[in-house]
């Protein structure tokens, strides 16, 4: 997109949510709801966005140069588990907003950009109770799009847990559920579980925009590229079809790009996360194909030589992490010690990080994910609404009288299936 695009003035004056507004009163950022990211992704067609996990302010920085050189549409999100309470990460559900608004700002991006607040897990009543305050507290701060994620707890807790929170969530915002924990080849979701959430939701007036599937891959650092299981998430997205809800795909990193390729063209998948791989990447470490961090003959990670952060930082982190016990899929815990040492570097070291991370995102959005020249689309849909708010892709279909909570119950009980091993929060 040329700079300010024609629609674009149109679209930042009625597209920005009123928190936005609010925060950001005098902003040229175009932050937008995640309900406006997927519907430019179904008007382009067998296309799906990067949610960049933006662990760093680096990251952020180099997925929004790409975003914008790609002329796409872009979520950029940070999970619970990484910037929630108790965070790993400097960027957090409070922050993020306001990293994206300057750098928007500083580098002239107009793509539209929406704030996720991903993975907001829930283990019990604890979790519930806590998350009537926050939930609030994070769209004051600014996300305009939410995961509640009550995966981890059986079928039935998972469908009132997301009932009970739905309330505290704006109905202008973007909404993703899930259904299993992402752990693998072992208890994958099925169609009937699927349906059972979506089913029981929209009967409650509740229209998620994104669903997330366990379809076979995991977070973090994949050995392989044998994870997503294609036709698995085509199946259950076929199940879901007059729900008209997208499916959010999770732990890209370890999954190779002719893979990711078949779940933008073959399924209805319009977000994929992606998180490991752009931390390993930005500070410097070689990376594959499936965007794993290549490692040498005694299982270290291979930095290349003048890139991401310098020499003497890197072994610094090295040293720090050998120090702490951490193995390969800790190095993720370096991101909040050492953020600040990251950003005290030479401009030229932060700019070639950033680069690193935008050349990535640049071909996964262009070369994998079909979101080349996306935000187009995105803006028509808000200029179109003449609003922020896109409303729901689809009206209350289910009968509330048959989604009690003790036919809840009743219907949970009859799905069975294997839950396999407890997964993870993790992206």
């Not at 997925?63 to 050189?69: E, G, N, P, T, V």
């Not at 009970?164 to 099925?190: F, R």
């Not at 008209?244 to 933008?264: D, K, P």
């Amino acid at each position: 997109m040329t700079a300010y695009a024609p629609d674009f003035e149109k679209a930042l004056a009625v597209g920005r949510p009123p928190n936005i507004v609010k925060l950001f009163p005098h902003s040229k950022a175009l932050i937008v709801s995640g309900k406006v990211i997927d519907r430019a992704m179904l008007a382009k067609g067998k296309a799906m966005t990067i949610a960049a996990n933006g662990r760093s302010s680096i990251v952020i920085r180099g997925a929004l140069q790409a975003a914008q050189r790609a002329n796409a549409a872009i979520i950029i999100e940070i999970a619970k588990s990484e910037g929630g309470a108790s965070s790993y990460c400097a960027t957090t559900f409070w922050n993020m907003a306001a990293q994206v608004d300057q750098i928007c700002n500083e580098l002239g991006i107009t793509v539209p950009v929406a704030i996720h607040a991903d993975h907001y897990g829930i283990k019990g009543a604890k979790d519930i109770l806590a998350a009537k305050t926050e939930i609030p507290s994070m769209f004051e701060a600014g996300i305009t799009s939410i995961a509640i994620d009550a995966s981890h707890l059986p079928d039935d807790q998972n469908l009132l847990a997301n009932i009970e929170l739905a309330p505290y969530v704006p109905g202008w915002a973007g909404l993703e559920t899930e259904v299993g924990e992402i752990k693998g080849k072992e208890g994958l979701s099925t169609p009937a579980e699927a349906l059972f959430l979506i089913q029981g939701m929209n009967a409650h007036g509740i229209f998620a925009d994104w669903i997330a599937l366990n379809n076979g891959t995991t977070h973090g650092i994949e050995a392989s590229d044998a994870g997503i299981q294609v036709e698995l998430t085509a199946e259950i997205h076929a199940a879901l079809k007059q729900y008209n809800v997208s499916g959010a795909q999770h732990g890209t990193s370890g999954n190779s790009s002719e893979r990711l390729r078949a779940i933008a063209s073959k399924t209805r998948t319009t977000k994929a996360n992606v998180a490991t791989a752009l931390q390993m990447i930005s500070w410097g470490l070689e990376v594959n194909d499936y965007g794993n961090a290549s490692m040498d003959a005694d299982k270290n990670f291979t930095k290349v030589r003048d890139a991401g952060v310098t020499e003497e930082l890197w072994a610094e982190m090295v040293a720090y992490a050998n120090g702490k016990g951490l193995k390969a899929g800790d190095y993720k815990k370096l991101n909040l010690p050492f953020e600040n040492k990251i950003v005290s570097q030479s401009a030229q070291i932060r700019e070639r990080m950033a680069k690193r991370v935008a050349d990535f995102v640049y071909t996964m959005l262009v070369d994998v994910f079909n979101a080349k020249d996306t935000a187009p689309l995105a803006i028509d849909a808000i200029v179109k609404a003449g609003s922020y708010d896109l409303g729901p892709k689809t009206k209350r279909i289910e009968n509330p009288a048959e989604w009690t909570a003790e036919k809840i119950k009743a219907r949970a009980a009859t799905l069975g299936g294997d839950k396999g091993p407890a997964g993870n929060f993790d992206d």
